[in-house]
């Protein structure tokens, strides 16, 4: 079971990973994650929750910390609206699962910021907790789910490598 | 009929023709990295895969983020990266010399046709010159490093097209915060955008460049201008060789059934966005009398040769007010040696502004002039996102070059014109 945070505004790289703590250590960073925004999300985020966003999510630069500190604070899977495309591609590549909502569907309005969801990413479908609502994901195309399945691009291209 | 984007991706990855949403592997002419992005966290990633750069002749090296050095934590970047390039074998190192996104097509290595990623948001630039460059992050950059292959979705072209003719004062930035506002921040889609018509082609390459670079904040992936012969001019005297079949990369007719936005430079006036969105854009006018504190020339969007002589016209014989400060960060070493030689930097101090290295400076939101708590800012930048240069309640507002001299000597917001005709 997993909390969901959920975001109305679109969100981007520079509230994620501000400019200022970049240079720094990716623990220290993530503790500024989405402080401008939600200044308690840094410090209650758990392991396995699910980040949903609007439109949009990750404008911003292509710094990919933006997507690495979520990985890092426990996010286990991203789900928008809309996509930035360089940070859809990051998160990937980091072997963090990034989904959009079907087009033109409405999110039931039963699944609110704190609820209790359960992922599937074999199906993609997201649950609310013990009220049988789900809302299904658009899966994702068979080399990027290979992608996560790996882990993301680095082991990716290590098991390729390996394979030559 | 096929899109420059199209003819681009289809020689990348070798086929006769590509259509949108196919997905494809292409070949990399060219890897763009700097300082924050680049081999400080591409090297632990190489190292994990055992693999050298793929070919050390394509890929391009730049410090920008953390320049000036100003603490041992960035020194050790700047150690790191020197010794990473030569470790590497990479020739093309531009240390200290200004921003990646003006640098490189200054050093003559962007080219029509050609096939470009960069670790950096901003990296469309490089369509200004008829290549096909986007940005990505750091792993994929190793990636691509390691491979000299990215994979990508055939994308859709998306046309901007402004027709007649910019009044004066008015610039490429102004055109940009009006599209801004009219297709917003998301309307690019990652797709690609060309920009078309008779006001783009008026432009100078530089002011292009502001246009190609700002598709980053359309959300497009790349932002596209078929070349013409100011483009070849450009690129002849940066240095750069200019391949024979350049006029093939002169599409910009929009393929039937493409979505073309359209826009009048004429009647398009001086604009102004507000915190903390570059679609929050208005005429200059509805800002009048805002109060500021800080008056920014800078970053690659807003601080080329270009800009610096746009801002150095409206101050020319003027000083700024008092309780404002101008602060100029020229967006290269070559850029501001051309303005030194025009007079343009004499005309900038003389008007009271205080320069600041070729670097991204505030722009990043690193450096000793990040903007203070509740310090309101009016900025040749591409992005004012809340807290980006600085304090989270700072507060930024986005200009032309003009526009953000001009309100410097009013010392409040005004369309530049109000000032030129006084
Ligand atoms: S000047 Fe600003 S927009 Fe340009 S590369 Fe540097 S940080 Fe990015």
Redesign the pocket.
């Known amino acids: 079971m997993s909390r969901l945070w959920l975001f109305e505004e679109t969100i981007n790289t520079d509230v994620l990973a501000p400019g200022f703590y970049m240079k720094s250590p990716l623990a220290e960073l993530s503790q500024h994650c989405l402080e401008a925004v939600r200044p308690e999300f840094a410090s209650k985020v758990k392991k396995g929750d699910v980040l949903l966003a609007g439109d949009n999510m990750g404008v911003g630069s292509s710094r990919e910390q933006a997507a690495e500190v979520l990985k890092f604070l426990g996010i286990s899977c991203i789900i928008a609206k809309s996509f930035a495309g360089i940070f859809y591609r990051n998160a990937i590549n980091l072997g963090l699962p990034a989904f959009l909502l079907p087009k033109d569907s409405q999110l039931p309005k039963e699944f609110v910021d704190g609820s209790s969801v359960v992922f599937d990413f074999e199906n993609s479908i997201l649950f609310l907790e013990g009220s049988g609502i789900q809302i299904n994901l658009d899966p994702l195309p068979a080399f990027l789910q290979e992608l996560i399945n790996d882990g993301g691009l680095v082991p990716h291209l290590e098991k390729r490598f390996d394979e030559k | 009929m096929t899109t420059l984007a199209q003819k681009i991706i289809a020689n990348a990855c070798n086929k006769s023709e590509v259509e949108p949403g196919e997905l494809v592997v292409c070949k990399v002419d060219l890897a763009m990295i700097h300082d924050s992005g680049g081999p400080r966290r591409v090297k632990p990633i190489l190292e994990k895969l055992n693999r050298k750069v793929w070919d050390a002749e394509r890929v391009v090296v730049v410090t920008?983020?953390y320049v000036p050095i100003e603490s041992e934590e960035t020194r050790a970047i700047h150690e790191l990266t020197k010794k990473w390039v030569r470790n590497q074998d990479i020739q093309n190192f531009y240390d200290q010399q200004g921003?990646?996104?003006v640098v490189v097509p200054e050093k003559g290595h962007l080219k029509p046709g050609m096939f470009c990623v960069g670790g950096?948001s901003?990296s469309p630039t490089g369509g200004a010159f008829g290549a096909y460059m986007f940005g990505i992050g750091a792993t994929e950059m190793a990636g691509v490093l390691a491979t000299g292959e990215i994979w990508l979705k055939v994308p859709k072209t998306i046309f901007i097209k402004w027709k007649g003719k910019l009044n004066n004062l008015v610039t490429a930035k102004d055109m940009m915060l009006a599209t801004c506002r009219k297709i917003g921040m998301g309307g690019g889609q990652y797709q690609a955008i060309q920009y078309i018509g008779e006001a783009i082609y008026d432009l100078s390459v530089q002011d292009r460049m502001t246009l190609s670079n700002m598709a980053a904040e359309l959300g497009a992936q790349t932002g596209l201008i078929a070349p013409d012969d100011k483009t070849i001019d450009y690129i002849k005297s940066s240095g750069g060789l200019v391949p024979e079949n350049w006029k093939s990369f002169r599409l910009d007719e929009p393929t039937s059934g493409a979505k073309v936005n359209e826009f009048d430079a004429s009647t398009l006036s001086p604009q102004i966005a507000a915190p903390h969105s570059p679609e929050n854009s208005e005429n200059a006018d509805e800002f009048a009398n805002t109060v500021f504190d800080v008056a920014y020339i800078g970053?690659?969007?807003g601080a080329k040769y270009v800009d610096l002589a746009a801002a150095a016209s409206v101050l020319k014989g003027r000083k700024i007010a008092s309780g404002i400060s101008l602060k100029v960060a020229p967006a290269s070493a070559k850029d501001e040696k051309q303005a030194l030689e025009d007079g343009i930097l004499k005309i900038l101090q003389d008007a009271g502004a205080e320069f600041l290295p070729n670097s991204?400076g505030i722009?990043?939101g690193y450096g000793k002039d990040r903007l203070a708590e509740g310090q309101v800012c009016l900025s040749s930048?591409?992005?004012n996102f809340q807290g980006r240069m600085g304090a989270p309640t700072s507060e930024l507002y986005l200009a032309s070059p003009y526009t953000v001299a001009a309100s410097a000597v009013v010392g409040k917001m005004t369309d530049p014109r109000k000032l030129m005709v006084n």
């Open positions: 920008d983020h921003i990646c996104h950096d901003h970053a690659c969007t991204c722009c990043a930048t591409a992005r």
